[in-house]
C-alpha cells in the first residue's frame, strides 16, 4: 500500500562553507589538477525528524535519509558519510576555483539501500571565505500511482476531474516540487506519460507529459454516455499505475457549513507555482480563481484587513501582493529589497509587513512599512538563526521562531518600535523543535514543540511555561480563533481544540471527521475552522459543529491556508 507522507525531496537544502585551508603543497589528481593547495569543504544536510516527514515544506529532505555520498569534480575526491536522524556531517577537500559537486542521498547506511535523490551544482569556490553551495535535489522515481477526485460523474452532466499523478520514492513518499525534476535510478531525466482509454472524444486530459510534479492535471467530460475510461500513468522501467472514472455515479452535494462567513479560502500549492481561490459560496467550485502572474515557488500567505493577497515566493525571493477584487492582474507590488528564500509573512495591524528570510546563513527578518513596501527595509538579524515563523501581538511586539537556534530551537521577542536596536528576549525553557506559534487575545505565547505545546504567560515569557500534552501527539500546527480557543494540528488523524483559559486541565475536544496529519490550519471571522491535510485535502468545518461532516476540497499540494477575513493570522506549521 501506498503510504500518504509526502515527503520534499527537492528543496534548497544542501550547505557547504569552506572552513579552513589545508598546508604543504598538495598537488590535485585525478580529472581537475590545478596544483593549488585544497579547501576543506563542510557539509551539513538537515534531516527534518520523523513527525515532520506529512509536513509539506520548502526545505525538505526524506526522513528515510540514512547516508550521503559527494562526488567532486567527477572522481577528484568522493567522500560516503552516515546521517543520524537529525542531519548529514561531512567533508571533502576540494581545489580552489570552479568544482562541479555531485551530491547523492541513501535510504541505506555509507551509501547502499536505494537511492532517494542527487543533485549537480557547478560552482566557484574560494579559499579563506565561506561559501553557501545550495544543490537543488532531483527525486528518483520508483513507483507510481495516479487517484481521480472525484472517482465518479454522473453520465449526462459535463463535469471536470481532478488527477493526480504521483511519483514516489523507494520508501513510498511523494515527491513533491516545483524544485528539480524526476529522475531514474541512474539520475536520467525522466518523463511521464499520461494516457487514456477513451477514444470516444467525450474525455480530455489537459496534460499528458510530466517531467516534475503537477497538481493543476484535470480530466474533462462532456457528459456523454460511454464506458469508464481509465487514466494510465508510465514510464520507462517502471510499473503502469491507473485509475478508472465511473460515468455512471450520481454526483454526492457538498454540504454548506452553518453560519459560514462571506470569507474566501486562500491556498498555495507550491507544485505548480499557483495560488488558487475558492470562494465561501462554492468551496468546491471545479473553477477556482488561479493566480500564476509573479508566483515562484509559493510558501506562506497572508492577507491584510482590505483583502490585499501577500504571497512569500520562496524560489523567486520576492513577495507579491495582489489587489482585492483582482486578484489574477498583475502584482500591485513586487517587494525584493532584502528579501532572501522568504519563508513566513505576518501583518501588524497598521499593515506593517513582517518577512521571514531563511538565507543567507543564519537569516534576517525584515520590516517593510505600510504603503510603502518597496522602501528600504528594517532589517533585524540579532537573535535570528533560521527564522520559519513568525506573529505579532495586539501591541505590535515580534515573534520569531528560530529553527537553528541553540540545540533545540529558540523564540526571540522583539520590542514593538524597536525591532532592530534592542536586545530580543530570547525563550529557550521547554522551547524543543518549535514548528508554529501563535498568541491569544490577552497576548499568551503559544508554542508548538516537537511533543505538546507551550503557554507563556504575556509579560513574562521567559518563566515557565504551561504544558498543553493531552492528546497531542507530534502537532503540526496551530491557531487562535478570536475568542482564544485553541486548535492543534497532529500528526495524525485529531484537531484537538482547547477552550480559552482552560488549555491545560480540561480534555480537548476532538475534531477527527476528514482529518490527516493537519499541517496548516486558519480560523475566520464566524470560528469556521479550515485544515490542509497530508491526504491531498483541505477541510472546511462549521463554527461549533466541528464534529460534523466537513467540506472537502479537493487539493493534493496545498502548503498554507489562509482567510480573507482572518480573526487571527494564521502561523501554519513551519519546519526548517
Do not use: W
Not at 30 to 41: C, Q
Not at 127 to 139: A, E, H, Q
Not at 267 to 287: E, G, H, K
Not at 296 to 305: F, K, L, R, W, Y
Amino acid at each position: 500500500m501506498m503510504r500518504l507522507s509526502r515527503v520534499r525531496m527537492l528543496g534548497l537544502i544542501c550547505v557547504a562553507a569552506i572552513v579552513s585551508a589545508c598546508g604543504g603543497n598538495t598537488s590535485a589528481t585525478g580529472p581537475v589538477a590545478r596544483n593549488l593547495d585544497l579547501v576543506t569543504v563542510q557539509f551539513h544536510i538537515v534531516v527534518p525528524s520523523t513527525q515532520a516527514s506529512k509536513a509539506k515544506r520548502p526545505l525538505y529532505i526524506s526522513t528515510a535519509t540514512r547516508s550521503a555520498s559527494v562526488t567532486v569534480n567527477g572522481g577528484f575526491s568522493a567522500t560516503v558519510f552516515p546521517c543520524t536522524s537529525a542531519s548529514c556531517t561531512g567533508s571533502a577537500d576540494v581545489p580552489p576555483g570552479p568544482d562541479t559537486f555531485v551530491v547523492s542521498l541513501y535510504d541505506g547506511a555509507l551509501g547502499s539501500g536505494s537511492l532517494l535523490s542527487t543533485g549537480t551544482l557547478t560552482q566557484t569556490i574560494a579559499s579563506g571565505v565561506v561559501n553557501n553551495v545550495n544543490v537543488t535535489f532531483n527525486g528518483v522515481v520508483a513507483s507510481l500511482s495516479v487517484v481521480l477526485n472525484p472517482s465518479s460523474v454522473t453520465s449526462g452532466t459535463p463535469s471536470s476531474v481532478g488527477v493526480a499523478m504521483n511519483a514516489l520514492d523507494a520508501d513510498g513518499n511523494t515527491i513533491i516540487g516545483p524544485f528539480g525534476v524526476y529522475v531514474d535510478q541512474n539520475g536520467n531525466p525522466l518523463s511521464v506519460t499520461l494516457a487514456d482509454s477513451d477514444l470516444s472524444g467525450a474525455t480530455h486530459l489537459s496534460l499528458t507529459t510530466l517531467s516534475q510534479p503537477n497538481s493543476g492535471i484535470t480530466l474533462s467530460y462532456s457528459g456523454a454516455q460511454i464506458s469508464n475510461p481509465t487514466i494510465t500513468a508510465s514510464a520507462p522501467g517502471l510499473t503502469n499505475a491507473s485509475a478508472t472514472l465511473n460515468t455512471n455515479g450520481s454526483a454526492t452535494p457538498t454540504p454548506s457549513p452553518s453560519g459560514a462567513a462571506s470569507s474566501t479560502l486562500l491556498f498555495a500549492s507550491n507544485t505548480n507555482n499557483s495560488v488558487t481561490i475558492y470562494p465561501s459560496s462554492n468551496y468546491t467550485t471545479n473553477s477556482p480563481v488561479t493566480i500564476t502572474t509573479g508566483i515562484n515557488g509559493p510558501g506562506q500567505i497572508v492577507t491584510d484587513s482590505a483583502g490585499d493577497l501577500f504571497v512569500a515566493n520562496f524560489a523567486g525571493n520576492t513577495v507579491t501582493e495582489y489587489p482585492a477584487g483582482n486578484y489574477t492582474a498583475t502584482p500591485t507590488v513586487v517587494i525584493s529589497n532584502g528579501i532572501n528564500q522568504p519563508y513566513a509573512l505576518a501583518l501588524d495591524s497598521s499593515g506593517n509587513l513582517f518577512v521571514a528570510n531563511f538565507g543567507p546563513n543564519a537569516g534576517t527578518v525584515t520590516v517593510y512599512p505600510a504603503g510603502n513596501y518597496t522602501a528600504a527595509p528594517t532589517t533585524i538579524t540579532a537573535g535570528i538563526n533560521g527564522p520559519t515563523a513568525l506573529a505579532l501581538d495586539s501591541s505590535k511586539d515580534l515573534f520569531v521562531v528560530n529553527s537553528n537556534g541553540g540545540t533545540l530551537g529558540t523564540v526571540t521577542m522583539y520590542p514593538a518600535g524597536n525591532y532592530r536596536t534592542a536586545t530580543p528576549t530570547t525563550i529557550t525553557l521547554d522551547v524543543n523543535d518549535p514548528i508554529a506559534l501563535g498568541l491569544d487575545p490577552h497576548g499568551d505565547l503559544f508554542v508548538a514543540n516537537a511533543s505538546n505545546v507551550t503557554e507563556y504567560p504575556a509579560g513574562n515569557y521567559t518563566t515557565t511555561p504551561t504544558t498543553i500534552t493531552a492528546d497531542i501527539s507530534s502537532p503540526q500546527s496551530l491557531v487562535l480563533d478570536a475568542s482564544g480557543n485553541l486548535f492543534v494540528g497532529n500528526d495524525n488523524t485529531m484537531i484537538t481544540e482547547y477552550p480559552a483559559g482552560n488549555y491545560s486541565t480540561t480534555s480537548p475536544t476532538i475534531i477527527s471527521n476528514g482529518v490527516s496529519s493537519a499541517y496548516s490550519l486558519a480560523v475566520d471571522l464566524s470560528g469556521n475552522l479550515f485544515a490542509a491535510n497530508d491526504n491531498g485535502t483541505i477541510t472546511v468545518y462549521a463554527a461549533g459543529n466541528y464534529a460534523a461532516s466537513p467540506i472537502v476540497i479537493s487539493n493534493p499540494n496545498a502548503l498554507y491556508i489562509t482567510t480573507y477575513s482572518q480573526a487571527v493570522s494564521n502561523q501554519s506549521a513551519v519546519r526548517r
